[in-house]
């Protein structure tokens, strides 16, 4: 069994102390391969708020990847958003953005963030394509030895359903079909500060796109929550552990079915909401 959690859009600034907290328990109580950080790991992008959430990660012994968010660059330092939007978290978080291999899974990262763009939302993701083919081949060998590959990032490439927000995320529709197309099984974001679990398909080729939710008091309609991936030869499950009081509770788990001895198989699974 191959347990990978993830957490998105913690924002340190307005973070949620009995989540943080509640979050602790939850990992203690749990034997986890990796954590995946879906990036906005900050509210402004001030120094002392990427100091907390390196902090905060720090306590906690599993190896790691994270990628930056939109609100992980200065808010309010225009000059420094053009220059070097991320040179702040990556002082903080460099060490932590390589691609990360356990038994059974290998995850890799893009930025999809960026510090200013020719429009209006600068919130919005943008994929560079170039990017996304070196984070697929940093998993082909993994892939190729019937590892089940991850890519991580900040924005969803495809709106996710029901999601409070919408996303445009520039070149999305070319990134989703690349990445149906390459063997890696799952896209991992942030974002919307809400949970889903969908299967894209592309004409017959597909992944799964798995959005976190927040661990932050910016709450979108649902509570704090994270999830796990747990990956073994029979099943595949995806479990949504939401804030209920000051503690995590599971929803019924979204279970997936392929077979990931096979690398060359893509996913052709079927989600269930629970
Ligand atoms: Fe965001």
């Known amino acids: 069994m191959t347990r990978i959690i993830q ?19 939850a990992l203690a109580e749990t034997d986890v391969d990796a954590m995946a950080i879906c990036g906005d790991l900050t509210q402004r992008g001030k120094r002392a708020e990427f100091g907390a959430a390196r902090d905060w990660l720090d306590r906690f012994a599993m190896p790691k990847l994270v990628v930056a968010g939109n609100h992980d660059t200065p ?18 978080f460099d060490d932590l953005a390589e691609p990360v291999e356990v038994d059974g899974a290998v995850l890799t990262g893009i930025n999809t963030s960026r510090g200013w763009q020719t429009r209006k939302n600068w919130a919005e993701g943008s994929v560079n394509l170039e990017d996304l083919e070196a984070a697929i081949a940093d998993t082909d060998q993994a892939t190729g030895t019937g590892k089940t590959a991850f890519l991580i990032c900040h924005h969803p ?22 990445l149906a197309q390459s063997k890696v099984g799952f896209l991992l974001t942030g974002h919307v500060h809400s949970p889903s679990v969908t299967v894209v398909d592309d004409e017959g080729d597909s992944y799964v796109a798995v959005s976190a939710g927040t661990l932050s008091t910016r709450l979108r309609k649902r ?8 990956l073994s030869d029979e099943v595949c499950t995806v479990t949504v552990f939401n804030l209920h009081g000051d503690r995590f509770v599971p929803e019924q788990p979204h279970m997936l079915s392929p077979h990931f001895s096979q690398p060359e198989t893509h996913l052709t699974a079927s989600a269930e909401q629970g």
């Not at 808010?75 to 903080?92: A, G, I, M, Q």
């Not at 409070?164 to 079909?177: C, I, L, W």
């Open 7 to 25: 957490l998105a859009d913690i924002h340190f600034g307005t973070e949620n102390p009995v989540a943080l907290e509640a979050f602790e328990t």
């Open 75 to 92: 808010l309010l330092n225009l000059y420094e958003r053009v220059v070097s939007p991320f040179e702040r978290h990556d002082t903080y």
């Open 157 to 178: 490439f495809l709106s996710p359903p029901d999601a409070p927000m919408r996303t445009a995320t520039r070149r999305g529709r070319r990134a989703s079909r690349r």
């Open 223 to 230: 509570p704090a929550s994270f999830n796990i991936i747990e």
